[in-house]
Structure formats: structure tokens, C-alpha cells
């Protein structure tokens, strides 16, 4: 294939002006709150002039709590992911080389847990598993079984967030499994290797960089995670980083100082995971993606194909038919398990001022905040893949940098920003679009930027000697050729603010309440009930976000030979 | 209606790809760029139809200058008025082929009759008439190879810009394809200027044909000229076969000069004085003969390989000077280890430089 080349005719003209505005915006909104977090963990902003401080450090470091946080933070990110992992890559397994009963709707119901936000999931599992109350508890004990389940342990929480994190892991595996040659596993065969030694010897070592890189993509998420670890170890106190950033954060002054070191461990771990990841793959290189869609041999369980099946529901009812089942019951409860059951219930706790008001304020600011970086994704996308300007490369960095980034560090990162700018910004709703956008355009750039690539360049250059001008080749020729990640992406982010809660919980104030911190709210006070018909109600927002989205790929894919325009 | 460049250079960074190139590609011919990848050829294409920006030098299409160093002339691709076909086709994957096909008249802003007319005639010369409405993707490649070339005649361009426009076909279609492009070159008589790696492409297709080598055109001529007059060994090579002599002698005898090689060979002579320091001798394998018996003419030789072909043998023979490719139309049944003699006739040997 031809090397990819740049508009040379772009190279004049106000295009240097438009980079100088996205590289302001970057600095803006995605350096600045790196910077801000290094630069107020180790500098005093007093009355007087700023100066050194390593009082922060100290506290952080001489303080028992701190060290408590970070072996939490440590012990249930690392077991999550593990959990993760190995239900990922078998379920990974399953689906894609056996003979498993149902496995194509089964996969497809296994991907849907990652659009349940994760503070949604921690409720469901709170009210299934808690002990003594928790519903399942409850079964077990009145069927004198001597075991009880307990979610508000080490335990407990590194499982039920392992279970949301494994549908990341099976997806990544299950793409490297169905990307690879089966003819690298029949030519083991045909050398005598048996089934188990190929696997042992050819399979496994091909998949491994996708599992580490799901391992390590879970362990990201899960130091990052605020709704879940809050939810569930809140009452026997097993605190986690970012349940003490959101702690220091409540404090009267906020402790900024405090709040910057910790969210510097955050970006420390997650960088720290990356870095291995990239030293233990190294240069090991991913050939065996070759983009062809194979069809591998399946593996013939027998009347294990049933077992497998059964796991796998097993696996959907606890990630999501159990969840959704008892936040309905709690929902329709006028009180946590009063017994008595009505709709009324469910509508009386959804149809109130406070609900109608914060789901506007959601829905204001994530239509905002998805358009504007999508927008902005889009136009990096094009200058990173289409020009040669010089700085393009460090400018696709600099957007990528907050992606594995804790959203509650890079929510501490954009309040300390602005908190001290004369800008009226901190306080107003327009902070919380501004984090969005710096955390989130990364998502934008990089859905746009791969279907970007694979638009043949020589398709806008034909366009341009047949007559067009650059703008109208990029709005009739571009554009439409890459509208479906563009839908996608943006999709994608507007389900993600919608229940965005670990920078919003740093951010918000009175008018700029989203639904997700009502939904917190309710947790705070203990009501169940309504706490269950808020969770109902973003878990549908997230669910119908999921299936517009697939539909839309669908209809994407088909519609090469699908409907024709007619023509003049 | 010509393209003529003057002087065009273009360099990446530090590293130069087209050396001073002034050339004139001819009014209503095929000329052929022809050289292996990355001498320069597309980059030339390319300079043309606006799509790089040369270092220096002047662009004049049809008698309109579209590009000049300085004072600096720069007309961007859309105001050019020319066509191309892209190695990709480039065809695009969301339109109709009547909509690929009627792009460039839409963007010249014709009328809807006028477009209707255009287009379909266009498809009719492309045979493909029949699939205006179909999506453009839902063609095999030589339907998508006709595609992009009824959008290059759709529009009157007087110049055609054709980038390896066959390299993705596979070997019969190629075939035929040249022939489609010649008979509409015939009757369209446009100018095209048309890059290709393969030699054989560019022999049977070209009026003229520039031969690239390192950023520089080293010979220019019919195919015909520059396959019997190679000036050069990188010529003589690329465009067919050759057996090239590095080692010879410029004797004059009695009977005239002859060239004497190393082993006591002896080779006819046409060429009236010394050649110059660094000069080759180069015969291409059907120009020697085998004689009747074995082991005269000018050269003795054993047979070291035969390869049949249909219409033709080649074979390497083993002699005092090396081995020669030679081929043989039709032919008797030479066998490897075979003792043969060899002839060559004074006017086939042509010299080359280095």
C-alpha cells in the first residue's frame, strides 16, 4: 500500500491558526491539570508569595490512613483485575472457539455489563449481598445454609468490581482469538503437537499481550473506580485513594494539598501499569492481526457445550439479570424490603422537582460536552492523520495522555486550574464540561482517527483534481466517510457523562447537580428505595446507549451494499 | 495541449526525489514514466495534478503555467482542469457510480441534462451502462478500474494523469485493459501521461517513453528506440533482457575493427572508432543464433539451463566469456549439456555506458 500523504496545499493559508487554537485547548484542558496536580502537592499557595512545600508529601506519607488507602487501593485493584482476567479470557474462550450452546446471544449479553455504571452495580450487589440484609443472605440463611455472602469486605468488593471489569478482558481476548490464523494452530497439529500442548505452546503465547493488556486496562479502571469501592466500603470503612480525595474533598477548607499528592499516586499507578505493560510486550510484535476475519476451528465440548452455557448465564445473571431484578423490587418498595410491591413507588420517586432538574442539568451537559469533543476530536484526528504539520505528533500525545488517567484525579487536576483563576469558571456548570472534554476528546480522537486511516487518502485527492475545493472534500468526500465512528464516539461519550459521577462528585455545586449525584445523594442518606429507582433509571440510559450503538454499527456495516442515493 | 516541466525539483527534507526534470510530454500521446519505485516517477505525477507542491522549477499544462518557484505560481488541484486515475482507484465507497462517474461535472457546476448526458455516454464507452445505479463498492476491480476511467473522460480535460492504473489487476485483465486505454486514447485523443513500474506495460502502451532512474529521466524515446538503442546498462536492464560485456577490446585488424574478449573470443565489429574509457558491450538474447554445427561461429558454448516458454526457448549458455541468456523463437530440441556455436551480427551489438 502507498505511504499516506498530507495536503500539500494545506500547508499555506490560516491553518497554522487553527493548530495554535488546538494546541491552546490542549494546554488548557488537558496539560494544565497534570501540571496543577504536581504543582500544588509540592507548592504553598499561602497569602504571601508561593513557595516549596513538602508538607503535603508528609502528611500523605506519615499518615496511617494514607498507607491504609493505598494497600486498599492496591489489594482490590489488583484482585479485580486478576477476577477480570481469568472470567474474561475464559468467557473469551468460550465464545469464540467452542461449540457452546448459544453462544452468539450470550456474548452479546456478557458485553453488556460495561454499560452499567459501576456506582449502579455496587448498589445492586450492596442490596444482593450485604451481610445479614442482603436479599441473597437472607435466602441462604432461611434455607439453613451456614455460609453468608459479604460484599463490604477486601474480598466482597475486589469481586463484584472483577465482575464488571471482565467484560473489557473477554472483548480484548476475544478479538485477538478470532484475529488469529488458525493455520498457526494447524500447523502445530500437523508438526504432532496434541490439542493441549498446541494451545500450551502456540495458542496461549499469541493471546497473551491482549490478556496482559486486559489485565492491565482493568487494574487502570479499577484504582480509578469512585462509586463502587465508596458504595460498598463505606460502612466498615475499607477506603480506597480516591474514597479519601473525596473525603479531604468534603473537608471545610478542602485540603487541595492533600488532595493533589493523592491524585499524583493515582497518575503515578496508572502510568506505572502502562510503563510495564510496554516493557513486557516490548517489541513483541502483533502479527498474528492480520485484519482478515477467520473462521477458527471450534472446539467440540461434547456435553460440556451445556456446562459452558450454563456458566456463561450463571455469569449474566449476577452482572445483570440478578441486579436489575432487585433494583425493580427495591424500586417498586416503599421502603427497602417492606414487602409491599407498587409501580406507583418506582414513578413517585422518579417524577419529583429534584429528578427533573438534575436530569436536565445531565442531559444539557453531556449533549454539550459529547459535541464539543467530538468536534474537537475529529479536527485533531484530521490534522494527526491527514497533515505534516510539525508538532501533530506531540499533540495526538498530549490528547491521549488523561486516557488510563483516574477520572477523580483528573476531576482534582481541573478544579485546582481554575479554583485560583480570575475566570468565572469554578462553580459553574461550564468547569464540569470542561473537565469532560479534556478527559474524554482522547476517546473521540482515537474512535475517529482509526476509521480516518482507513480512508485512502488518494479518495480526497481525486476528489480535490476533479474539481473540488479542500472544504468541500472534506464535507462531501471526508466527512460521510467516516460519519459512522464520528456517531459512534460521540454515542459513546454522551452515555458516559450521563452517569459520570468521579469528577462530578469533585466539581459540582448546587446548579450544576447532575443526576448522578442525586443518585449519590440518595446513598448518602440511606434511602434504598429511591437510591434503586435512580440506579434503574441510569442503567437504562446506559443499556439504550449500548443497543443504539450496536444497531448503529450494524445498519454501518451493511449499508455498503445497503440503500443507494439516487442520483442527480 | 502538452505538459511541459521545467526544471522540477522536489526534495523530502534533506533527500532529493526529482533532480532537475524538463521535460515535454506530448499533445495527444501516451507518454509512459516508466522506472522502478521510488525514482521519482508518481512524484512527478503527482507535481502535476497539484497534489505536491515541487521545491522549484515550472509546471505549464496545456499552455498555462499551474506552478512556478518564483516568482511563485500556484494553482491548487480543483482549478487545474485535468483527470486522473489513482493506483486505489479511489472510487468512493459511499456514492452510486453515476455519482462517482458525474462528480467532476457537478463541481463545474453543469446542468442536471447536460450531466445525464455526459455520464451516460461515458459509461456507454466503458461498457457499464448497465450499472449506473449500483453501489460503487459492489464492484468487482476491473468494473471499479472502469469506473475511474469514465469519470478521467466524463469531463473534457485535455490532459488524462494515470498513477500505475493496473498494478492492482490481475494478469489477463491487465492485458486488457491496455488495449481499452489504446483504443480510447485513439479515439479520444487526449494527452495521458501514464506512470508504471512494468516495463512490459510501458513498451506496449507508450508513445513515448521516459525512462526514470534516481530522480532523473535518463532516456526518452519510443518503446522501440530505447529497447534496440539502450544507452545506458540501468536502461538496457530494465526495459527487457540483456547480456551486457564489461570486459573487451576495440581491435583493428585487416578485415576491419573487432571487439576481442578475454578467452580468445572475437566478436564483429560496427562501431568505426575507439569506444570511450568505461564503455559495455550489450546483446539482447534473441539477437545470437545458433549455427549449424556445433562449436563454430564466434562462439562455443554448452547449454546450462533451457527454460520453454510457448512461443519461445531461453537458455543459458555456458562460454568463454560467461553466460549468456539466449532465446530462441520456436526451435529445435536443444537438451542442457548440449554443444552449441553462436553468432552474432556486427549491428547487434550495441554500446552502452555504465
Not at chain 1, 443472605?137 to 471489569?165: E, K, T
Not at chain 1, 479519601?244 to 485540603?255: A, D, L, T
Not at chain 1, 428505595?529 to 440510559?541: D, G, P, T
Not at chain 2, 491487465?174 to 481499452?180: C, F, I, L, N, P
Amino acid at each position: 500500500m502507498m505511504p499516506f500523504r498530507a495536503h500539500e496545499s494545506l500547508r499555506a493559508g490560516a491553518f497554522p491558526v487553527a493548530l495554535l487554537g488546538l494546541g491552546f485547548f490542549v494546554i488548557a484542558l488537558v496539560v494544565a491539570p497534570l501540571v496543577a496536580i504536581l504543582y500544588r502537592g509540592i507548592v504553598e499557595l499561602g497569602d504571601g508569595s508561593p513557595g516549596l512545600t513538602t508538607r503535603y508529601l508528609v502528611t500523605v506519607l506519615t499518615g496511617f490512613i494514607y498507607w491504609t488507602a493505598l494497600f486498599n487501593t492496591l489489594v482490590i485493584s489488583i484482585g479485580a483485575a486478576l477476577v477480570a482476567t481469568l472470567l474474561g479470557t475464559t468467557f473469551a474462550w468460550i465464545f469464540a472457539r467452542t461449540d457452546t450452546v448459544g453462544r452468539g446471544v450470550l456474548e452479546y449479553i456478557s458485553q453488556l455489563p460495561i454499560f452499567i455504571p459501576p456506582f449502579v452495580g455496587a448498589v445492586a450487589w450492596a442490596l444482593l449481598a450485604a451481610p445479614r440484609s442482603g436479599i441473597l443472605n437472607q435466602l441462604l440463611a432461611s434455607s439453613g445454609v451456614p455460609v453468608s455472602l459479604d460484599v463490604y469486605s477486601h474480598v466482597g468488593m475486589l469481586f463484584v468490581i472483577g465482575l464488571y471489569l471482565a467484560p473489557y478482558v473477554m472483548m480484548i481476548v476475544a478479538a485477538s482469538l478470532r484475529s488469529m490464523d488458525p493455520s498457526l494452530e494447524e500447523a502445530a497439529q500437523v508438526s504432532g503437537l496434541n490439542r493441549l500442548q498446541t494451545a500450551v505452546r502456540v495458542t496461549a503465547p499469541l493471546i497473551a499481550p491482549a490478556i496482559l493488556s486486559g489485565a492491565v486496562l482493568s487494574f487502570t479502571i479499577a484504582i480509578g473506580l469512585f462509586g463502587t469501592p465508596i458504595v460498598l466500603g463505606w460502612s466498615r470503612q475499607i477506603l480506597l485513594l480516591t474514597s479519601r480525595i473525596y473525603i479531604s474533598s468534603q473537608e471545610v477548607p478542602p485540603n487541595y494539598g492533600v488532595m493533589a499528592v493523592l491524585a499524583l499516586y493515582l497518575v503515578l499507578m496508572s502510568s506505572l501499569a502502562t510503563w510495564l505493560q510496554r516493557a513486557v510486550l516490548g517489541s513483541r510484535s502483533y502479527t498474528t492481526i492480520s485484519g482478515k476475519g477467520f473462521r477458527p476451528r471450534l472446539v467440540e465440548l461434547g456435553g460440556g457445550k451445556w456446562v459452558t452455557s450454563a456458566v456463561a448465564v450463571l455469569f449474566a445473571v449476577s452482572t445483570i439479570i440478578a441486579p436489575i431484578a432487585i433494583l425493580m423490587a427495591a424500586a417498586l418498595s416503599r421502603y427497602t424490603w417492606s414487602g409491599e410491591f407498587a409501580l406507583a413507588n418506582l414513578f413517585g420517586a422518579l417524577s419529583t422537582d429534584d429528578v427533573w432538574s438534575t436530569l436536565q442539568t445531565s442531559i444539557r451537559l453531556s449533549v454539550v460536552s459529547a459535541t464539543a469533543a467530538t468536534a474537537i476530536g475529529v479536527l485533531i484526528s484530521w490534522v494527526v492523520v491527514r497533515t505534516r504539520l510539525r508538532g501533530r505528533n506531540l499533540l495526538e500525545y498530549l490528547i491521549l495522555l488523561p486516557i488510563s488517567m483516574p477520572g477523580i484525579a483528573f476531576g482534582v487536576g481541573v478544579m485546582l486550574v481554575w479554583i485560583r483563576a480570575p475566570a468565572p469558571v469554578y462553580g459553574t456548570a461550564l468547569i464540569i464540561i470542561l473537565a469532560f472534554v479534556g478527559r474524554f476528546t482522547a476517546y473521540a480522537v482515537r474512535s475517529t482517527s482509526a476509521s480516518l486511516r482507513q480512508v485512502h487518502p488518494e479518495l480526497e485527492e481525486s476528489a480535490r483534481v476533479c474539481g473540488y475545493r479542500p472544504l468541500r472534500t472534506f464535507s462531501r468526500i471526508t466527512l460521510p466517510l467516516i460519519l459512522p465512528s464520528i456517531v459512534a464516539a460521540w454515542l459513546l461519550l454522551f452515555s458516559f457523562f450521563m452517569t459520570e459521577l468521579s469528577m462530578v462528585v469533585i466539581l459540582y455545586t448546587a446548579e450544576s447537580r447532575t443526576f448522578s449525584v442525586l443518585a449519590f445523594e440518595a446513598w448518602n442518606v440511606g434511602d434504598f428505595s429511591r437510591l434503586a429507582s435512580y440506579s434503574l433509571l441510569q442503567m437504562a440510559v446506559g443499556m439504550f446507549f449500548m443497543i443504539v450503538l450496536n444497531a448503529f454499527f450494524r445498519r454501518a456495516d451493511g449499508s455498503v451494499d445497503g440503500p443507494q442515493p439516487t442520483p442527480v | 495541449m502538452s505538459v511541459v516541466v521545467e526544471g522540477l525539483e522536489k526534495a523530502y527534507g534533506a533527500h532529493p526525489v526529482l533532480r532537475s526534470i524538463s521535460e515535454i510530454f506530448e499533445e495527444s500521446e501516451i507518454s509512459v514514466l516508466l522506472g522502478p519505485s521510488g525514482c521519482g516517477k508518481t512524484t512527478t505525477l503527482r507535481c502535476i495534478a497539484g497534489l505536491e507542491r515541487p521545491s522549484s522549477g515550472r509546471i505549464k499544462v496545456a499552455g498555462r503555467v499551474v506552478y512556478q518557484g518564483a516568482p511563485p505560481v500556484w494553482v491548487p488541484p480543483e482549478k487545474r482542469r485535468l483527470s486522473m486515475v489513482f493506483q486505489s482507484y479511489a472510487i468512493w465507497p459511499h456514492m452510486s457510480v453515476f455519482e462517482n462517474v458525474s462528480l467532476p461535472l457537478r463541481a463545474a457546476g453543469l446542468g442536471r441534462a447536460q450531466i445525464n448526458e455526459a455520464v451516460n455516454d461515458a459509461l456507454q464507452m466503458v461498457a457499464l451502462a448497465k450499472f449506473a445505479e449500483r453501489g460503487a463498492t459492489a464492484l468487482s476491480g476491473g468494473q471499479q478500474q472502469r469506473v475511474a476511467l469514465a469519470r478521467c473522460i466524463v469531463s473534457d480535460t485535455p490532459v488524462i494523469l494515470m498513477d500505475e492504473p493496473l498494478s492492482n489487476l490481475d494478469a489477463k485483465l491487465r492485458v486488457s485493459m491496455r488495449a481499452d486505454i489504446k483504443a480510447m486514447q485513439r479515439r479520444l485523443r487526449r494527452t495521458i501521461l501514464f506512470v508504471t513500474h512494468d516495463q512490459e506495460e510501458a513498451m506496449s502502451i507508450a508513445d513515448a517513453v521516459y525512462l526514470y532512474h534516481d530522480g532523473r529521466v535518463i532516456q526518452k524515446g519510443s518503446p522501440r528506440e530505447i529497447y534496440a538503442n539502450p544507452s545506458t546498462r540501468y536502461a538496457a536492464e530494465f526495459l527487457g533482457r540483456a547480456n551486457i560485456i564489461e570486459r573487451f577490446e576495440w581491435v583493428e585488424t585487416a578485415l576491419g575493427a573487432r571487439f576481442v574478449l578475454p578467452g580468445g573470443v572475437s566478436l564483429p565489429c560496427a562501431v568505426p572508432h575507439r569506444p570511450a574509457p568505461g564503455s559495455m558491450l550489450c546483446v539482447r538474447p534473441e539477437k545470437w543464433r545458433f549455427t549449424e554445427a556445433d562449436g563454430s561461429g564466434v562462439i562455443a558454448g554448452d547449454i546450462l539451463e533451457t527454460n520453454f516458454v510457448g512461443d519461445r526457448v531461453e537458455y543459458v549458455v555456458a562460454t568463454a566469456i560467461g553466460q549468456l541468456s539466449v532465446t530462441e523463437l520456436g526451435g529445435a530440441n536443444r537438451r542442457p549439456d548440449d554443444r552449441v556455436g553462436l553468432d552474432v551480427s556486427a549491428q547487434d551489438i550495441k554500446l552502452i555506458t555504465a
